[in-house]
């Protein structure tokens, strides 16, 4: 199921710029984040497709509810494969 969305302005500068350098995007929830980085991982596949170089991209959150969230939207998002990885830390 790919249920594309489109950016807003504000996501568009956020994407652009983070092409250049590294960059911290602080939105409250709800906003867009996640549609940011789907944006950059479309482009570092298709950029590294083109240069036919096997990829793997890492996306880390900091909790397990948060990475069955994540992996979700990313497998509506991208025509690539998407795994998931996670684990409780007990102390």
């Given at each position: ?30 906003l867009g984040k996640t ?35 994540q992996a979700e939207y ?18």
């Amino acid at each position: 199921m790919n249920t594309q969305q489109n950016p807003r302005d504000f996501q568009i500068t956020a994407f652009k710029l983070a092409l250049s350098r590294n960059v911290l995007v602080v939105l409250d929830t709800g906003l867009g984040k996640t549609l940011i980085a789907v944006l950059l991982i479309k482009h570092y596949i298709a950029i590294k497709c083109l240069e036919k170089i096997k990829t793997i991209v890492i996306f880390m959150v900091p909790s397990v509810p948060l990475v069955i969230q994540q992996a979700e939207y990313l497998n509506s998002q991208l025509a690539v494969k998407v795994e998931s990885a996670c684990g409780d830390r007990t102390n």
